[in-house]
């Protein structure tokens, strides 16, 4: 039997269920990583923006979006560019709304001006203060920083403007 050919749109979600692995409750597509899908028969040519050149776990996102479009009969070559580099303006709201409920801060809106949200206040994921002191400018990858919220006490991250 001749298999139905697959559309851009099946590759598109297919890759919406490849997470993050950094985050796992988001995925590549609504952190805005994946950027160009190119399908021509059964090969597909994905191009990714990673989010920060320091971060790890590059490979392990090629890995599952090749294992996930295999699944589809395709066979996928990942391309990564960085140009234009990674914004965290690509970050869709359904991704900000789900980093803020796993304790993560979503970062600022900025427009390609990023050193004029560095010092915006930034609202505590768990009760939106804003009264919020920052701790660390390193969190547990290079991506985050660590704040203490003066409200309710709660350590949290936010992911860096970018
Ligand atoms: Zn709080």
Known sequence: MEKLAVTEQEVWAA?????????????????????????????????MTPTFSGCP??????????????????????EKTLDPPWSS????????????????????????????????PISCPYCDSFNTTLKNSFGTTPCRMIYVCNNCQQPFEQFKPL
């Open 89 to 120: 303006d690509w970050i869709s709201d359904a991704a900000r709304a789900k980093l803020k409920s796993v304790g993560l801060a979503p970062p600022h809106l900025h427009g390609g001006d990023f050193i004029a949200v560095l010092d915006a």
């Open 15 to 47: 890759l919406d269920e490849v997470m993050d692995p950094e985050i796992p409750v988001v995925s590549l597509v609504q952190m805005g990583i994946i950027r160009a899908v190119a399908l021509q028969g059964q090969q597909v040519l994905v191009t």
């Open 57 to 78: 776990a590059l490979e392990v996102m090629e890995e599952h979006i090749r294992v996930r479009l295999a699944e589809l009969g395709l066979e996928a070559t990942v």
